[in-house]
């Protein structure tokens, strides 16, 4: 195992996890927008 792939897998994960984040903050930004104009 050598260190550029270390890192190329990290930044596969860090990328993964980040996108996953982002989304999953547009879903609840999503959701409150829509439970504010409902109201």
């Known amino acids: ?3 550029d792939f270390l890192f190329e897998t990290g930044e ?3 990328l993964i996890a980040f996108t996953e984040r982002s989304s999953s903050i547009r879903i609840i930004s999503t959701r ?3 439970d ?3 109201a």
């Open 1 to 3: 195992m050598t260190y």
């Open 32 to 34: 409150l927008a829509n």
């Open 12 to 14: 596969r994960f860090l």
């Open 36 to 38: 504010s104009q409902g």
